[in-house]
C-alpha cells in the first residue's frame, strides 16, 4: 500500500510549529524573558507588573510565569 504518499502537503504544514499566527503577539515574562507568557491580539497593547512594581495592583489580568525556573506571578494590563 502505498496511497499514503498522497497526502496533500498541507497536512504536513500543520504539524510545523514555526508557523506563528499572524493574528497574534506574544508578551514575554519581565523578568526572566521568557518569550511565551501569554499571547494577546494584534492590536492589543499590553504593559506587564511583577509583584510589587506600581501598577500590579491594577493590573487587569494575572498570569503565572510559565518557565519552571520563574513560576512568578505577571500582572498584565490591558492599555488599548
Ligand atoms: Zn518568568
Redesign the pocket.
Known amino acids: 500500500m502505498k496511497t499514503e504518499i498522497l497526502i496533500p502537503e498541507a497536512k504536513r504544514k500543520k504539524k510545523s510549529s514555526r508557523d506563528r499566527p499572524h493574528y497574534r503577539q506574544q508578551l ?7 518569550t511565551r ?1 501569554i499571547d494577546s491580539g494584534q492590536n492589543t497593547r499590553s504593559e506587564t507588573y511583577v509583584v510589587g512594581e506600581t501598577g500590579y495592583l491594577n493590573a487587569d489580568y494575572y498570569a503565572k ?3 519552571s ?4 506571578d ?1 500582572g498584565i494590563r490591558k492599555i488599548e
Open positions: 514575554s515574562c519581565p523578568i526572566c524573558h521568557f507568557l510565569c510559565p518557565n525556573k520563574c513560576k512568578a505577571i
